[in-house]
């Protein structure tokens, strides 16, 4: 029967075709021309009602077995490409290659000077206290022997959010809020978020300072000026010179501004013979003002007047710029990654 031998050798040369197949697509093509449904084995049965009754179960048995032995064949031919492929995968992977780092976030200038500043009065002995943002007004300005008809609550600087209630404009009313809960000696620093009804190149509606507070019997200005100075050499380094200059804050007397000699030229008010940019050829640079703080803010908590203390308060933005050189305030807040991601 022609049919019989025909089936036998089907498997034969499929063999031989699939030692020359290199490609899963040589496969198809392999697969399609013996199995498919105009293949070889196709075209066989197509003859089967040409054979009489006691031929066609022997060739349809004999397709069968050929069937199974060629998917067979197909099978393991196709486990080999699939092995074959991974390997080359392996070849061409480099372990010695540097890996991908995947882009790290880092600290806001602002979250950095705060946590280096912090640091800094830690080791001098200050804890950390916090305060509300939206605070009233006693706290903002009554308790801090503000009185109603200063400037400084004029509506063109307060965020106010009803009558009595406010953002608060500065950290001073932490003070406040500190000494009624805590009894004297005490030593703090506070940093936070404040507010104030201004916008442009030097001025954003909200702000970070960190204040300060000691009291404790005899603290006296020579205590001001020696942690002042300690502090400030360990932000803008051990040669920085301070000065303190005379001034005025409700919440202090005798009130004081301090200056450092220019980190830039070093107080020589010019850089290659060119007026220094920072100082302004002043030769210094104005970072805090503080002060010994006022009777009537002791008064308000019901210490006794016999304690005495300082106080003082310094814009973070004004020095993180100092620091590192930044020269537009904004930057602080338009979170463009490129500015961020330098610190
Ligand atoms: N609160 C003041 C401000 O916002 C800064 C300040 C000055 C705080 C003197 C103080 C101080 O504690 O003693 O401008």
Redesign the pocket.
């Given at each position: 029967m022609d049919q019989i031998t025909a089936l036998e050798s089907l498997a034969t040369e499929l063999q031989e075709g699939l030692n020359q197949a290199s490609s899963f697509d040589d496969l198809e093509t392999l697969r399609i021309a013996y199995l498919g449904r105009k293949g070889r084995l196709a075209a066989i049965m197509l003859t089967l009602p040409s054979l009489s009754s006691e031929e066609r179960p022997l060739v349809g048995q004999k397709a069968n077995q050929v069937k199974e032995r060629c998917n067979a064949l197909f099978e393991k031919k196709r486990e080999e490409l699939v092995s074959l492929r991974e390997q080359s995968a392996l070849a061409r992977f480099d372990a010695s290659l540097p890996g991908r780092t995947p882009g790290l976030g880092s600290l806001h200038p602002d979250t950095l000077v705060i946590e280096e500043i912090c640091a800094i009065f830690e080791k001098l002995g200050f804890s950390i206290a916090q305060g509300p943002e939206v605070e009233i007004d006693h706290y903002n300005f009554e308790a801090l022997n503000i009185p109603p008809d200063h400037p400084a609550r004029d509506m063109q600087d307060t965020l106010y959010i009803k009558d009595t209630i406010l953002l608060r404009?500065?950290?001073?009313p932490v003070?406040v809020r500190t000494m009624e809960r805590t009894k004297p000696p005490l030593a703090v620093v506070v940093p936070g978020k404040?507010y104030r009804r201004d916008s442009d190149i030097t001025h954003t509606p909200m702000f970070h300072?960190i204040?300060?507070?000691m009291v404790g019997d005899g603290i006296t200005m020579a205590h001001l000026r020696g942690i002042l100075t300690a502090f400030v050499r360990g932000v803008f380094g051990a040669k920085t010179r301070v000065r303190f200059r005379q001034s005025f804050?409700p919440?202090?007397e005798p009130?004081a501004e301090v200056d450092i000699s220019c980190f830039l030229c070093g107080g020589k008010g010019e850089v290659n013979g060119e007026p220094c940019r920072v100082c302004k050829s002043t030769g210094w640079v104005e970072i805090?003002?503080?002060?010994m703080?006022d009777p009537a803010v002791f008064a308000s908590v019901n210490y006794p007047d016999t304690v005495s203390g300082?106080?003082?308060?310094?814009g973070v933005e004004r020095i993180a710029m100092l620091k590192y050189g930044i020269g537009d305030l904004r930057l602080f807040f338009e979170n463009d990654v490129r500015f961020l991601g330098q610190f």
């Open positions: 404009t500065h950290t001073s003070q404040v300072q204040e300060g507070l804050f919440f202090t009130s805090l003002g503080c002060g703080v300082f106080a003082f308060g310094l």
